[in-house]
Structure formats: C-alpha cells, structure tokens
C-alpha cells in the first residue's frame, strides 16, 4: 500500500519559512520523481516543485528563488524548503509521487495546510 505522509505545514508570518517534509512507503522511492503541488480556495491545484530520480528540479515561476526542493532517497522523504513565504503562498500542500514509466502509479499525500499571515 502506497503511502505519502506530509507533515511540517502550519502558521507562519509574512517572510517567514517553513520546510514540508513528506515520508513514502510502498514504492520504490528512489526511482519516483516526486513533487509537490498546492491549492488555494477557490483556484485549482498547481504545481510548486519537481525533482525527478536524477535530482533535476523544476519549479513555479512564483517559487523561483525563494522554493527548493530535495529528497533523500535513504529515508525516502522528499522536502520543501520556503523561505520569504508571502500571503499568497497560503493553500493546502500536496505530495506527489509519479512514475516515470507507468502512468497509473501516480499517488497524492493528504495535504497540509500551510498559513501565511500576519
């Protein structure tokens, strides 16, 4: 049973940082580009950040510079480091796990809401 747990989310103040971390069991983690994906109420969900099994990162244009993200494929967890977080960047955080073979192996954590206010 695949498993994506989230945790690390929160309230913090304007230009302040928070870093998600997300724990997967079940796959075969190392070989899994992993990502996390927001949503705000009322908007869709959209992509944060991706780092694929080779460690190459893609990330919104809206997180660029302020966002990284990193795993450690020994623990099998995935990070989100956010630093100078804006009021905007307020929405519920999402894991993802996808694999770059099999299209249906495809698997979305539970979520963390992650405040950005003053």
């Known amino acids: 049973q695949v498993q994506l747990v989230e945790s690390g989310g929160g309230l913090v103040q304007p230009g302040g940082s928070l870093r998600l971390s997300c724990a997967a069991s079940?796959?075969?983690?190392?070989?899994?580009?992993m990502g996390w994906y927001r949503q705000a109420p009322g908007k869709q969900r959209e992509l944060v950040a991706t780092?694929?099994?080779?460690?190459?990162?893609n990330s919104a244009d809206s997180v660029k510079g302020r966002f990284s993200i990193s795993r450690d494929n020994a623990e099998n967890t995935v990070y989100l480091q956010m630093n100078s977080l804006k009021p905007e960047d307020t929405a519920v955080y999402y894991c993802?796990?996808?694999?770059?073979?099999?299209?249906?192996?495809?698997?979305w954590g539970q979520g963390t809401q992650v405040t950005v206010s003053s």
């Open positions: 993802n796990a996808r694999s770059p073979f099999i299209a249906t192996n495809n698997y």
């Open positions: 780092i694929t099994s080779r460690d190459s990162t």
């Open positions: 079940g796959i075969i983690f190392s070989g899994y580009t």
